[in-house]
């Protein structure tokens, strides 16, 4: 299978008044396409500076990020940005949806920053997506006319419209309740199996990680175990 992503002896610091507070420490982990992993781990762990890492939202402090094929610490902020918008999609917990536009507008979204695509293109693109996670009729409505497993699906639809290569979520289901969390995470499967969609999310809800094929540990900043179905436990 082809790597997608390639993280090699990666630290990451960040100062704090005349302190310098290390979030990853010396972490390697490779990822390949079409996995359905989940970073681990307590809080204060390293999940969400891992996950900004991957996503060229920030850089390491040393060692090296590689993204599709492309060494992050070498690219400039054009190519940072470019990456993101071409190959990444985000999902946050606290959904991210321009509150002023309609749904069909929050998903549209990414597709006018690309450029590429006529108006007909980008309406059928949107419309294909919003029907496979199921809101076609919601289409119209502003977010705060939605649910939050509602809001979640539109935040899906717009990270898939792009047609990533990797798809990355921060606590997708933090802020829903068990059994819509349940459904989201099942939507994520089913897109993941169907489009073969690399998806890489951080929880620390066990329920969640439980479902992932692939399961990567965080402990202070430092891998603590690699569970794959397929592939004998890393410790």
């Known amino acids: 299978m082809t790597c997608v992503v390639s993280i090699e002896s990666v630290s990451k610091d960040y100062p704090l008044g005349k302190l310098v507070v290390p979030a990853l420490k010396s972490v390697d982990l490779t990822i390949e396409a079409g996995e359905f992993t989940t970073i681990a781990g307590p809080s204060g762990s390293g999940k969400t500076t891992l996950l900004n890492l991957?996503?060229?939202?920030?850089?390491?402090?040393?060692?090296?990020?590689?993204?599709?094929?492309?060494?992050?610490e070498k690219l400039n902020d054009t190519e940072l940005t470019k990456l993101r918008l071409h190959e990444l999609g985000f999902i946050f917990q606290s959904f991210n949806l321009i509150p002023v536009l309609t749904m069909f507008q929050n998903v549209e979204f990414p597709l006018l920053l690309q450029g590429s695509l006529s108006t007909k293109e980008r309406r059928s693109r949107v419309e294909g997506i919003v029907e496979r996670v199921g809101l076609t009729e919601y289409m119209k409505h502003r977010p705060n006319e939605l649910s939050g497993g509602q809001r979640q699906r539109v935040a899906i639809a717009r990270a898939l419209v792009t047609k990533p290569s990797i798809v990355l979520a921060d606590e997708p289901t933090a802020n829903l309740d068990s059994g819509t969390g349940q459904q989201i995470i099942e939507l994520m499967k089913e897109i993941n199996q169907r489009e073969q969609t690399t998806f890489i999310f951080s929880t620390h809800d066990h329920r969640v990680i439980e479902q992932a094929r692939r399961q990567v540990y965080l402990e202070d900043g430092e891998v603590s175990g690699d569970r794959n179905q397929n592939k004998p436990e890393v410790q």
Do not use: A, E, Y
């Open 54 to 72: 991957i996503g060229c939202v920030d850089v390491p402090t040393s060692g090296s990020v590689t993204v599709v094929g492309q060494k992050t």
